[in-house]
């Protein structure tokens, strides 16, 4: 079993930042990516950014290229979403997930290929 717990949520304005934080505990280390979803009210959960666990290769939705940045920190079993320039359509919960499974997609942004979530962080950007 694999546990995920985010943090880092909150309310900013269009502009600012925010940094999310994904920590894992439990038998980790079978993992070989971790990932970042969103859920808007009424939407569809959506792939936000992924990581390799022992590369480090990054993967972006095209929506947040450029203005957030994955990362990890092998050490503490910790994942981090680096958001900067939020906008108001990025407000959504935000999931952390983990998958054992190798990514042989361009994009790993089915939430299927995933097998373990945290309980998410709400995420709001006012205008």
């Known amino acids: 079993q694999v546990q995920l717990v985010e943090s880092g949520g909150g309310l900013v304005q269009a502009g600012g930042s925010l940094r999310l934080s994904c920590a894992a505990s439990g038998r980790t280390g079978s993992t070989y990516a971790m990932g970042w979803f969103r859920q808007a009210p009424g939407k569809e959960r959506e792939f936000v950014a992924a990581?390799?666990?022992?590369?480090?290769?990054?993967y972006y939705a095209d929506s947040v290229k450029g203005r957030f940045t994955i990362s990890r920190d092998n050490a503490k079993n910790t994942v981090y979403l680096q958001m900067n320039s939020l906008k108001p359509e990025d407000t959504a919960v935000y999931y952390c997930a983990g998958r054992r499974s190798v990514i042989v997609t361009t994009l790993p942004n089915r939430p299927n290929e995933y097998g373990y979530w945290g309980q998410g962080t709400q995420v709001t950007v006012s205008s």
């Open positions: 990581i390799t666990w022992s590369a480090g290769r990054s």
